[in-house]
């Protein structure tokens, strides 16, 4: 099954009304707290950026890698929740009650249906359409504007490869 972008991105918007999100920074750790998942920040050895875990009551437990900068933090959390919300028959387990999802280098490489819906999911989520849309109102941007785009990543706490990316994939950057 070819990756759900349209399901990523209502999902997403949902999750912002929920949290009646208007303006950028997007507060991840608190939308995570309000749909039921803790954070927590452990050392991760090797390439692991996350995982998430479904508890039996309805909970989870989203693990971020402390070593990581806030950006990708940010990032990972909002993929984390990502699988949370689109992936809930996950096959992947560390025992056999509690699946879990993990962010690492294969996420990124847009290989995984399941990976590229939580990076889709992870994009709306902390770089709305419609805020980006009010930022760029009377902006002329193109891929040589590097401050703007920094400025952008800045404001939404993402990176500038991010933004890059997320501002090329709504065709405002030419």
């Known amino acids: 099954m070819p990756p759900r972008y349209n399901l990523a991105r209502r999902k997403a918007q949902e999750v912002l009304r929920q949290g009646k ?3 950028a920074p997007v507060p991840v750790e608190t939308l995570a707290r309000l749909l039921g998942a803790a954070i927590r920040l452990e050392p991760f050895p090797g ?5 998430v875990m479904r ?13 990581e900068g806030p950006t990708r933090q940010r990032f990972t959390i909002a993929h ?3 699988h949370l919300l689109m992936h809930r028959d996950e096959d992947v387990h560390v025992d056999e009650r509690f699946p879990f999802a993990f962010r690492d280098p294969k996420s990124s490489k847009a290989i995984d ?3 590229i819906e939580a990076n889709q ?6 770089m709305p359409e419609s805020l980006l849309r009010k930022d760029l109102k009377d902006v002329d941007l193109d891929i040589e504007t590097d401050d703007m785009v920094a400025k952008l990543a800045a404001k939404y ?4 490869q991010a933004m890059t990316f997320r501002l090329s994939r709504l065709g405002v950057v030419r």
């Open 80 to 82: 984390e929740l990502g």
């Open 21 to 23: 999100i208007k303006s």
């Open 121 to 126: 999911f992870a994009a709306e989520l902390l």
């Open 47 to 51: 390439e692991l950026s996350g995982m």
């Open 157 to 160: 706490q993402v990176s500038t």
């Open 113 to 115: 249906d399941k990976e």
């Open 55 to 67: 508890r039996p009551d309805g909970t989870a437990v989203i693990g971020v890698n402390s070593i």
